[in-house]
Each structure stands twice: as structure tokens, then as C-alpha cells.
């Protein structure tokens, strides 16, 4: 008889979870997964994927204004929030289908409970109370919005979670944060005609980003009629007779609207999970503390994903278990690859961007070549939009190396993918200056900036 009942137990059906699952099944793996939610995670149900929808469907009231200038008259438009949020049902239910038919292909057992550990290989599935026992066991639980509990009245408040399912489209929104859920959502929110007010505590949205980035979509989004107030907090949030949602704050009075949405960071997903009993360890914020390999302080216990708080992003996830099924399972230790990953912020305009920022690059490197276009995009000269494309190269001065790619655009995210591979290659400026342009497009740029626009010696720009 096997020590264990099974090889393997995932804990968490979303993309770290179901990616170790089905690897290890697809293996010869005796692999069960519980999920007590829905199959495919925050990023199919509540996160990545309707986000891109909605930001699709955002984009149709400019899309329809833009026609005027190509010759097309268009007739009256109206939108139905209800049959977005129905289609968007429909998707997401198509796409938790694939994933659980991966797994069963895979031959991996698919449990629809609440899992929590209750001691070491050991696991308690709550529908029943059976308790099971596997030789490793992979949490992959995910994250959730932080509720702000400090926050009065933020029980009034909605999160992402909720704004994808609202009952009815709100006429007016408040949003609170400067992230990338507080960004991309005020565009979507204000593209389907809600009148859209971002509140952010600090002195530019998106902190972590490039400043040519957060000055740039700052301007872009206060022109399109979205309300920004930045160095401001709400302070409490109550209701009014007629239902409305009455925030104060700080610096901007009284702000009554529909709803109020909190999109303030995610946090670990690991209350009640038995970590405890089981021996994991996790650090102040309630992330499990992994080592390089994924390992949690408990032997046989892996964590992966949003629940270790290191990137919270959907592609960093699925490669922190392909390097665990790697290491466990092929005998080839790969440890997870963190540095320079390509990121965008679904905004409209889109930023994409790898690597560092100028003021990161400043810190570290002592000459710097800033290569920096800002332009009219070629659609927006007969549509008449008044846009702009900012694109910006930051270069080590010593090698040429290129440490930073930002751009601020249509389809920012899909050139930073490809950017990715370049910065990932350790490409130089003398890399991308050989590499013929594709004409006409707005990525062209990129290969034809020759001189830089400014030079930065100590984090000080110099001319
Ligand atoms: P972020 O960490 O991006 O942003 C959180 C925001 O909340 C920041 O602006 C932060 O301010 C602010 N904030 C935090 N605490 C407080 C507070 N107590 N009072 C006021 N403001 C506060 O988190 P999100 O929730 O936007 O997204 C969570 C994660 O999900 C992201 O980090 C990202 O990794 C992932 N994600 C990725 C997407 C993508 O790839 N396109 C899309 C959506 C989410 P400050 O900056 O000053 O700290």
C-alpha cells in the first residue's frame, strides 16, 4: 500500500494551481485539485479576462466618434450593461469548461470544495470532512481585494470582484487607488458613459511606473473627462436617503455617486487554511514565505502564486509550477525567473513596459541615454482624437544595454510582449538600431530614435 493516498494534492483551481495539477496528472501523477469557488481563479472569473472584455467594450464609444472622420456616418448607439455582463458569463463559463476538461484529460481527480491543511501531507475537504493525505501538496489559493477594513463605511463600498456583476450600471462612480485595477477600471468604467472620479493618495497614479508613463495616461484620461484627484483619501463612506454613496474626503468635500469601488491592492488568500497545523510559515502581510524553489517552511508543501505575494500576475504564476512540476517531478531544479517581466496597464491609451523605469535606472546605473518620441498617432490625424503615443528607451551609457522599454499607446501591451524577449536577449541600443522598421506603424519608433533625447548621469538629468 502507498504511503500516501495521493502523489500530488493541489489546493486553489486557478492558474498556478491548475497548471501543477494537470503537469503532474499528464506525468502518470496520482493528483487530486480542490477549488471551492469556480475553476480558473481570479484571472478567468473575476480578473484578466472579463477586464478585457469590458475593456473591449469600453473602447466602441470612441470607436464609433473615430468613424465620423474615416467617412462613416454612424447611427444612433445604445449600450445594454446587462447583455455585457450575460456574454461575459457565457465566456468566462466556456473558459472554467477548458480548464476543468484539461485536467480530466490529464487524469487529475477534480474536487469542488474548500480544501484547508490539517497537518503535514495532510488535507481536510470540507464537503465531506474526509481527510486525505498526498506525498506533496501545492497551495495555489490566490489573493483577494483588500477590504479596507480601517476604512468607515467601506461595507458600502464595492471591489473588483463585485463591479464585474453589478445589477446596473452605475451613472456615477468613485474609485479608489492608483494601481493598475483603479486605473484600468475608471477607463472602462468611464468608456461605457459612467461619470467616472479616481481618487489616489499620492502625488501620481501608478506609482511603480515610468513618469513619462504616469504624467502621460494622467493627461490622457483627464482629457477624455475623467475626474482625477490625486493626494487625497476617502476618510468614510456613507449612504444617503436616496441610496447614494456619500464619500469624505480629505481635500474634496463631499463626493455623492452611485457606487464607491476600493481597488486598494490584493492580499493573500490564506486565513483558515490550516497553515498553522501544517507548519507553514508566512510573513506579516499573510503571504506563505517560499524559498527560490517555491518551498514553504513545511516539507512537502509548495506555494505558488498570489498567495506568496511576489508577482501578483497571472503568467508568473503558470511559470512558478511549470519550474515546480520541473523540479519535482523531472528532477531538473529550475528555480522561478522573476526578473524583467513585461507588464501592461489596460488603460486607455495602454502602457506597456519591461524592465526599469528612468528613476529606477538612476539609482542604479550612473550614465543613462534616454531615448524619448512622443507623438500624434497616425489613426488620430483623421479621426482628429487628441492623443498622444509616448515612447521611451532607457540605455545603460557604459554597455548600451537596454534596461528599460516604456510605451504609452495603442496596443502598448502587445509590443511589450515582444520588447520582453529583446530586454530578456540582453539586446543594446546598437541592436535595436540595426533592426529595420516595419512602416507605417507606431512601433517603427522604437528602431529609429538614433540620438537620445537626454542623458542622465547620477540619477540627475544633464542635458
Ligand atoms: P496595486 O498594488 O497595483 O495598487 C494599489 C493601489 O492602492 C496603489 O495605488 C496604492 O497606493 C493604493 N493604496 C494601497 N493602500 C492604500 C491605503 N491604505 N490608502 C490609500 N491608497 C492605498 O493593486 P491593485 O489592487 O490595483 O492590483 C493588485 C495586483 O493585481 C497588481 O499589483 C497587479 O500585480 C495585479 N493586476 C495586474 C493587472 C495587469 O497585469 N494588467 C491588472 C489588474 C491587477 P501607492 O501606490 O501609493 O502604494
Known sequence: ?????????????????????????????????????????????????????????????????????????????????????????????????????????????????RAELVGPNTVRLLDTGKTVTAERIVIAVGGHPTPHDALPGHELCISSNEAFDLAELPKSILIAGGGYIAVEFANIFHGLGVETTLIYRGKEILSRFDQDMRRGLHAAMEEKGIRILCEDIIQSVAVDADGKRVAHTMKHG????????????RV???????????????????????????????????ALGDVTDRVQLTPVAIHEAMCFIQTEYKNNPVSPDHDLIATAVFSQPEIGTVGLSEEQAGHQFEDLEVYRAEFRPMKATLSGRKEKTIMKLIVNAADRKVLGAHILGHDAGEM???????????????????????????SEELVTMYAPSYRVHKGERVN
Not at 463631499?254 to 491592492?265: K, P, R, S, W
Not at 515582444?418 to 507605417?440: E, N, Q, W, Y
Request: charged residues 25%.
Open 1 to 113: 500500500m502507498p504511503a500516501f493516498e495521493y502523489d500530488l494534492f493541489v489546493i486553489g483551481g486557478g492558474s498556478g494551481g491548475v497548471r501543477s495539477g494537470r503537469l503532474a496528472a499528464s506525468l502518470g501523477k496520482k493528483v487530486a485539485i480542490a477549488e471551492e469557488f469556480r475553476y480558473g481563479g481570479t484571472c478567468v472569473i473575476r480578473g484578466c479576462v472579463p477586464k478585457k472584455l469590458y475593456v473591449y467594450a469600453s473602447q466602441y464609444t470612441e470607436h464609433f466618434e473615430d468613424a465620423a472622420g474615416f467617412g462613416w456616418t454612424v447611427g444612433e448607439s445604445r449600450f445594454d450593461w446587462q447583455k455585457l455582463v450575460a456574454a461575459k458569463e457565457q465566456e468566462i463559463t466556456r473558459l472554467e469548461g477548458l480548464y476543468q476538461k484539461g485536467l480530466a484529460n490529464a487524469g487529475a481527480e477534480i474536487l469542488r470544495t
Open 268 to 302: 493573500p488568500n490564506t486565513k483558515g487554511l490550516g497553515l498553522e497545523s501544517a507548519g507553514v510559515k508566512t510573513d506579516e502581510r499573510g503571504a506563505i514565505i517560499v524559498d527560490a524553489f517555491s518551498r514553504t517552511s513545511a516539507p512537502g508543501i509548495y
Open 416 to 442: 511589450a510582449q515582444l520588447l520582453g524577449i529583446s530586454l530578456k536577449a540582453g539586446c543594446t541600443k546598437d541592436d535595436f538600431d540595426r533592426t529595420m522598421a516595419v512602416h507605417p506603424t507606431a
Open 254 to 265: 463631499e463626493i455623492a455617486v452611485d457606487q464607491v469601488m476600493l481597488a486598494l491592492g
